[in-house]
């Protein structure tokens, strides 16, 4: 007989974590922020990206240019795009979302774990650092920005693998 797996319903997409925890979280968030901190014209941009991680646990990713501090949500002066990383068995592919940013003015430095991300926009200027799930090597690295997305390709490094030595018996 076939085991059969227990279908879940799109509601349960995040197991024991109620949905309606964002909505009091949002409810909390605005509360808590000061309004009479703002400049006048000055946009708000926050938001979340929530999803399914490999081990089955949803993985929030907060961006924007509002900031959680110890005294209450704070307005920075730069915006966190919202960005996406795949992981592929050789490459890592980090997608950026810019909307007016100038192609020209975006600056892209990587190490070996970090992919720093910096551009100034018509209205905003965009700053992130990406931590990189695995090793890259930087160099060989490309990237294409079309349409206010910006998409870099890195190649993972190779795994070295441990030298054996011979060990003489005495």
């Given amino acids: ?15 024991d974590w109620d949905i ?3 909505e009091e979280e949002m409810r909390r968030f605005m509360e808590e922020f000061d309004v009479d901190e703002l400049k ?5 941009v926050y ?9 089955g646990k949803p993985i929030i990713q907060q961006f924007g240019n509002v900031k959680p501090t110890v005294k209450g949500p704070m307005v920075t002066d730069k915006r966190e795009p919202l960005v996406d990383v795949i992981e592929r068995e050789d490459t890592i ?18 190490t070996e774990r ?8 018509e209205e905003t200027d965009f700053y992130k650092e990406v931590k990189l799930p695995a090793a890259v090597n930087s160099k060989n690295a490309k990237a294409s920005y079309k349409n206010g997305v910006l998409e870099v390709c890195l190649q993972k490094k190779e795994k070295s693998k441990p030298k054996a030595e011979n060990i003489p018996i005495e």
Avoid: C, W
């Avoid at 938001?47 to 081990?55: E, H």
């Avoid at 592919?93 to 892209?108: A, Y």
């Fill in 1 to 15: 007989m076939v085991d059969k797996k227990k279908r879940r319903s799109f509601f349960d997409l995040f197991g």
């Fill in 20 to 22: 309606f925890d964002i």
């Fill in 40 to 44: 006048s014209g000055e946009p708000i």
């Fill in 93 to 110: 592919t980090v997608i950026v979302e810019l909307p007016g940013v100038d192609k020209d003015k975006i600056k892209l430095n990587a």
């Fill in 114 to 121: 970090v992919l720093t991300i910096s551009a100034p926009g």
């Fill in 47 to 55: 938001g979340f990206n929530i999803r399914v991680g490999p081990d």
